[in-house]
């Protein structure tokens, strides 16, 4: 955080921090799983991936609002 310039929008930032840690997620997850496999694999994700994904960003906002505040 420390070296993010001051000018640079947080949520850009963060935004940026998790298109490419999905994008990495993802590679991963289909080399593991096989591409065949990937749609199956999804389609027995349930609704608590969508919450922990919302708890994680609500953490992550509440960090960078704590951090700039000072």
Not at 21 to 38: K, L, T
């Amino acid at each position: 955080m420390k070296s993010m310039p001051n000018d640079v929008n947080p949520f850009g930032a963060l935004m940026i921090t998790y298109l490419v840690a999905a994008i990495i997620s993802a590679i991963i997850f289909a080399f593991m799983v096989g591409p065949s496999n990937v749609v199956f694999e999804i389609s027995k994700i349930n609704w608590t991936s969508i919450i922990l994904a919302i708890a994680i960003v609500g953490l992550e906002v509440g960090y960078v609002f704590v951090y700039r505040a000072g």
